[in-house]
């Protein structure tokens, strides 16, 4: 299935020479008595040339590296969805208790892996809230890492289809340390959230056949990654 989105030298001249001959200053047509002159030349090393400024390192603390590295570990992808507490985390959103889980390699992407937890009534090609952990690979940049078990067979995935895409931050979202983006069928027959993490964690939730309202979508993926954070 292929989502198209619907919708930047001289006595007047303004530079002063200066220059130190037997005792008195010479500022450019005028001759100041050296006592009286009020001089400074530790700018200056003994060629003359200015001397350099100490400049700040550009390198990161270690504060700074030890508090980037444990931004990166807050998050894991969960070995199930029991373990990411995916029942409890969906909710009454779930059109059914039918779960479908599945854990493994993302076909195409090194050492990209995923979760899928899916719940529905059990019967094929109906609604369905998928609650989705991807680790080294951006879902919403390649829509086909993540599926809603199932789903396939009903749906054409060679048509094009309108969306609607938003990418967007909450106080939330921005307390995890992550990023939104919303992407749903115009005719609203399925909606995707997407939640980027540090540690190149997202999670990702799926409304298929189901209309649910985004509010409710973005409650599903902070509570999933509350549960994943360490």
């Known amino acids: 299935m292929r989502l198209i989105p619907s919708s930047p030298l001289s006595c007047l001249g303004t530079a ?47 504060g700074e590296e030890e508090e980037a ?29 039918v779960l479908a889980e599945e854990r493994g390699e993302v076909e195409g992407f090194a050492d990209a892996e995923q979760l899928t937890c899916s719940f529905s009534d059990g019967t ?7 609650l989705v952990f991807t680790l080294n690979v951006d879902p919403s940049l390649s829509p086909d890492v993540v599926t809603v078990p199932g789903a396939e067979e009903e749906m054409n995935w060679e048509v094009d289809i309108d969306v609607d895409v938003d990418t967007y931050h909450t106080d939330e979202a921005d307390s995890l340390g992550g990023d939104l983006e919303y992407v749903g069928t115009v005719d609203g027959s399925t909606r995707h959230l997407y939640l980027s993490l540090p540690g190149d964690l997202y999670v990702t939730v799926i409304a298929h056949g189901e209309e649910v309202p985004r509010e409710d979508l973005e409650r599903v993926v902070m509570l999933a990654a509350e549960r994943v954070r360490g």
């Not at 931004?71 to 199930?80: D, I, Q």
């Not at 094929?124 to 998928?130: E, F, I, K, L």
């Open 16 to 62: 002063a020479v200066a220059a130190v001959i037997g005792g008195f200053v010479l500022v450019g047509c005028d001759v100041v008595e050296f006592d009286e002159f009020d001089t400074d030349f530790t700018l200056f090393s003994g060629s003359g040339e200015a001397s350099p400024s100490p400049e700040a390192s550009a390198d990161p603390s270690p």
């Open 69 to 97: 590295e444990e931004e990166t570990a807050r998050y894991a992808l969960p070995e199930s969805c029991a373990e990411a507490g995916a029942a409890e985390v969906v909710g009454d959103l779930a059109p059914g208790t």
């Open 124 to 130: 094929a090609g109906a609604s369905a809230v998928t």
